[in-house]
Nanobody, 119 residues
Framework: QVHLVESGGGLGQAGGSLRLSCAAS????????MGWFRQAPGKEREFVAA????????YYADSVEGRFTISRDNAKNTVYLQINNLKPEDTAVYYC????????????WGQGTLVTVSS
């Protein structure tokens, strides 16, 4: 069973930056695409970004393209999400997950990490 632990969230100011981390265990990490999703208050969880097994290819939702950067370290079984130029609409709980198909999550969700952006 895959275990996902997200961290790095917190309170940020508009225009600032945050770096999220997600440590994965329970599966051969480098064999799967990984991704980030987020759920804003009162909204459904949405896809944010994904990264290929080797890290050579990345995919982003239109709403975050150019501000978010996903990366991974297969030696550490960790995937990262760098968020630049924070906006209040980035306020959400952020989750990582194994990505399959067209950006669907495969595993049970972790606890997520809360990002709150003040204007």
């Amino acid at each position: 069973q895959v275990h996902l632990v997200e961290s790095g969230g917190g309170l940020g100011q508009a225009g600032g930056s945050l770096r999220l981390s997600c440590a994965a265990s329970g599966r051969t990490f480098s064999s799967y695409r990984m991704g980030w999703f987020r759920q804003a208050p009162g909204k459904e969880r949405e896809f944010v970004a994904a990264i290929s097994r080797t890290g050579g290819t990345t995919y982003y939702a239109d709403s975050v393209e150019g501000r978010f950067t996903i990366s991974r370290d297969n030696a550490k079984n960790t995937v990262y999400l760098q968020i630049n130029n924070l906006k209040p609409e980035d306020t959400a709980v952020y989750y990582c997950n194994t990505v399959v198909g067209r950006y669907s999550a495969l595993d049970a969700w972790g606890q997520g990490t809360l990002v709150t952006v003040s204007s």
